[in-house]
């Protein structure tokens, strides 16, 4: 069987199925994709997973000014 699936379009599903992002099309490339590589399926879960698991965390803000700060001190330091 030809493989019609490139390393980039195997994360562009895998990371749609992670985000819940899936159309119609998407979730039959999915299938053709897993019927050529089940393993992928395990990645596929595992990323999701992560992505849930990234999502539940607080949200933190740097302080007021920091940007600039660390923009100054790489190039002094570089």
């Known amino acids: 069987m ?12 895998i990371l749609k199925y992670s ?3 899936f159309g119609v099309r998407d979730a039959v490339r999915f299938e053709m994709l897993l019927k050529q590589k089940p393993e992928y399926f395990e990645d ?8 849930l698991k990234l999502q539940s965390l607080p949200r933190l803000h740097a302080a007021p000014g920091f940007e600039t700060r660390l923009a100054e001190r790489i190039e002094r330091e570089c």
């Open 44 to 51: 596929a879960k595992v990323n999701r997973l992560m992505r």
């Open 2 to 13: 030809h493989n019609q699936f490139t390393e980039e379009s195997i994360n562009d599903i």
């Open 19 to 21: 985000d819940e992002s």
